[in-house]
């Protein structure tokens, strides 16, 4: 569980990481890339946060 | 930029614009790049628009690839033993997140092809061009327009007339020279009427008189080209050409061929001035062939004309140059033209490419302060009867290389017997 936990951690902060920087790419495809990541990292923290309601990962 | 449409995904955002990652993919599927070109705002190079860098594409495509991995692993079997319950959760979700980072992947690529194709594409043209090929291709083989230019030894013209107030110039510049290799035809609308002739004129014999009968060419007041004729020893005809300068300072373009605007055609490469297809009509009314010889002399733009003409592909065999005053440090001579230019150091015409003259064997530039004859006007240094003071200094100078050059300049003319001379007006 503690794995799991970490491992779901691990991948927010990649996929946050992953967030084009708007000093270095804009335009409508770089919105597109932000608006589709931040929608992956909503249903990642969404996981979580439905995995620890059932614990399954501590909270 | 274009589109992205990979299989089932359609690409489409909510106020109807195309983009390469607008909505969520339902399952990965084989990518199909469309051509397709959108109206994005990401335009890069058509608007001047700054969008992306390379760099920051293939930081977040590994990033998502990374992600996508982190992900993948959590499913290993030792893992479902541990907490069945949590990944038997987890991989319900799994395939939808992988999905959705391999679709940003693949848009990330996609957006770089779009932006750095021409980018790659050149890139990759520039490591296989062939150079020489597209030279020879280009000149019909046997001319290179960049020629590897010899450094000239060590110069010790000190040692023979210290003091000279002559200076040639030796060194290699850095500026690359342009080439001027266009063939080009004479062009029938453009008018050369003779206005006189002149019969038993003496050869040349020194540079003060060629820089004489250049000035000459200014005292009528009209736009005259002067060309002698002479036969030399070997029976051949030898000719010389005098090409004056501006003759208008006009900043309006006008009638005349030797007016400023013309000068910024020649400076600027846009086109041949006119004046080299006049040039060009005079010799082939004198029916000058391949195995005559051709020397010009031209001051301001005039030389820079001349040596156009020189560096142009024609049938006429051009050895020896003169030029006076002349802003030259973007041409480059072909092998076989003797080259002697005279600069005055006061005279800021010869400095407006802001670049050295090209030395090379053939080639010699010379400075000196003028002998200004109308006192200190800005514009005197520049004057065809201040380069005729100059030209007779040049002809006293000692300089071994100076001696060589002019020699050769002038050698043709030696054992020439007395020839003739005509004049022609220009009418643009």
Redesign the interface.
């Known amino acids: 569980m503690t794995l799991l936990n970490n491992h779901l951690d691990v991948t927010i902060a990649l996929v946050t990481r992953a967030q084009p920087s708007p000093t270095h790419w804009n335009g409508q495809a770089a919105q597109a890339c932000r608006d589709e990541l931040e929608k992956l990292l909503h249903q990642l923290r969404s996981l979580k946060f439905e995995m620890a309601l059932l614990g399954l990962i501590p909270a | ?1 274009h589109g992205l449409n990979p299989g089932g995904y359609t690409p489409g ?1 909510s106020d109807g ?1 195309t ?4 909505s ?1 993919p339902v399952q990965p599927s084989p990518i199909t790049y469309s051509p397709t070109p959108t109206h ?3 335009g890069v190079g058509s608007m001047g628009t ?4 390379e ?3 293939l930081r ?1 495509s590994a ?2 690839l ?2 996508a991995t ?2 993948a ?2 499913l290993a079997p030792i ?1 479902w033993i ?2 069945p ?3 038997a ?2 991989a319900i ?1 799994l395939p ?2 992988l999905a ?2 391999w ?2 992947q693949q ?2 690529i996609n ?1 770089g092809v779009s932006y750095f194709k021409e980018e790659w594409a050149l890139a990759h043209k520039i490591d296989v061009i062939n150079v020489p090929k597209i030279n020879n291709d280009l000149l019909g083989g046997g001319h290179n327009p960049y020629p590897v230019t010899p450094i000239l030894p060590s110069p010790n013209h000190g040692s023979t007339d210290t003091g000279d107030i002559v200076k040639p110039i030796f060194g290699t510049p850095t500026n690359p020279p342009r080439s001027h290799t266009t063939p080009f035809s004479p062009t029938p609308s453009i008018d050369c009427t003779p206005i006189g002739s002149k019969q038993s004129l003496p050869a040349p014999s020194s540079l003060d008189a060629m820089a004489k009968r250049m000035q000459s060419s200014y005292n009528s007041g009209l736009d005259v080209v002067r060309l002698e004729e002479y036969v030399r020893a070997d029976g051949h005809k030898q000719f010389v050409i005098y090409l004056p300068g501006t003759q208008h300072w006009n900043p309006v373009d006008t009638k005349n061929e030797l007016d400023p605007s013309a000068n910024f055609g020649a400076l600027t490469n846009m086109h041949h001035v006119p004046t080299q297809h006049q040039v060009s009509n005079i010799l082939m009314k004198h029916n000058i062939g391949s195995h005559d010889h051709l020397t010009i002399v031209g001051h301001s733009q005039g030389a820079l004309v001349g040596a156009r003409f020189a560096e142009a592909k024609h049938n006429f065999h051009v050895d020896g140059l003169l030029t006076l005053g002349a802003p030259l440090g973007q041409e480059h001579m072909p092998d076989g033209v003797r080259v002697l230019s005279i600069e005055n150091t006061d005279d800021f015409v010869p400095r407006l490419d802001d670049a050295a003259n090209l030395q090379t064997p053939d080639w010699l530039t010379v400075q000196a302060h003028s002998q200004n004859p109308h006192g200190h006007a800005w514009f005197a240094p520049h004057s065809a009867a201040a380069y005729e003071k100059t030209a007779k200094l040049v002809d006293q100078s000692a300089n071994r290389e100076l001696l060589i050059a002019k020699d050769q300049l002038l050698s043709p003319f030696s054992e020439a017997k007395s020839g003739h001379v005509t004049f022609y007006h220009l009418k643009g």
């Open positions: 930029m955002s614009s983009d390469i990652i607008t969520p994005d705002s990401a700054f969008i992306a860098t760099q920051e594409l977040v990033d998502l990374l992600a982190s992900l692993t959590e893992q541990q907490s319950w949590s990944h959760l987890f979700e939808s997140m959705k980072l679709h940003v848009g990330c957006a």
